[in-house]
């Protein structure tokens, strides 16, 4: 079946380093959306990328979906305290019509004051 | 404009017991997902249902769980005779329409215990 995998699984940072977690699936992809979920809370959605190639900011976020539509990334440039959290790729299913999501794995990200 | 709503928030259920979870779309969404979290775990799709109907059932159990979404009123995810292993966190979450780039919006979850 279709897997979505991320990488680091988690990720130790001081205050104001960048971070990156990269995310890969076993097919292709109709779309790819992140989110951020707070220990104890829900997925945030935080972005969807639909073109092959595509490249999104959102202030210190840089999200990028790959040629293939395959992988993606998420960069966070100078991280905070409030970027704490773990974050999840998640791949729309291609030729689906169901529009399910498959998860990846996620990436704890910490981040030390 | 209120989100998804969940609850319970917390469910504590010994074994054998039923778990009923609700979820409310947000207004003007049609379509329900429901999604179950293992602790330290991602989301694994569940079940994916439109009012009075179920789309897509591929990730239930193929016991003791069942889901509705009845023309009034919120969705449901029933777990019959639980067992220690379904203690997870349930997320509802909803869609406006069918497409490849509708966005799903969580709610808050609902975080069942099984004694």
């Known amino acids: 079946g279709q897997q979505v995998m991320q990488i680091p699984q988690y990720q130790h940072v001081q205050e104001g380093e960048d971070f990156t977690t990269y995310c890969n699936s076993s097919?292709?992809?109709?779309?790819i959306q992140w989110y951020k979920q707070r220990p104890g809370g829900h997925p945030v959605f935080l972005i969807q990328?639909?073109?092959?190639?595509e490249v999104k900011k959102q202030k210190r976020l840089t999200f990028q979906f790959g040629e293939a539509k395959k992988n993606s990334s998420l960069h966070i440039t100078a991280t905070q305290t409030t970027d704490v959290g773990t974050y999840f790729c998640?791949?729309?299913?291609?030729?689906?019509?169901?529009?399910?999501?498959?998860f990846g794995t996620g990436t704890l990200l910490a981040v030390q004051p | 404009n209120a989100g998804v709503m969940q609850n319970p928030r917390h469910l504590v259920r010994r074994r054998g017991q039923e778990a009923r979870l609700r979820c409310s779309p947000m207004?003007?969404?049609?379509?329900v997902y429901w999604y179950r979290q293992l602790p330290e775990e991602g989301l694994k799709f569940m079940v994916y249902?439109?009012?009075?109907?179920?789309?897509?059932e591929s990730g239930m159990p193929k016991e003791r769980f069942s889901a509705e979404f009845p023309k009034e009123g919120p969705s449901i995810l029933r777990i019959q005779q639980v067992v220690r292993g379904d203690s997870a966190a349930y997320f509802c979450?909803?869609?406006?329409?069918?497409?490849?780039?509708?966005?799903?919006?969580f709610g808050p979850g609902t975080r069942l215990l099984v004694l």
């Open positions: 249902l439109q009012k009075e109907n179920i789309i897509d």
């Open positions: 998640a791949g729309g299913d291609y030729g689906g019509a169901t529009n399910k999501l498959i």
């Open positions: 979450a909803s869609s406006q329409q069918i497409g490849y780039q509708e966005t799903q919006y």
């Open positions: 990328l639909v073109k092959s190639g």
């Open positions: 207004k003007g969404h049609s379509h």
């Open positions: 097919t292709t992809l109709s779309n």
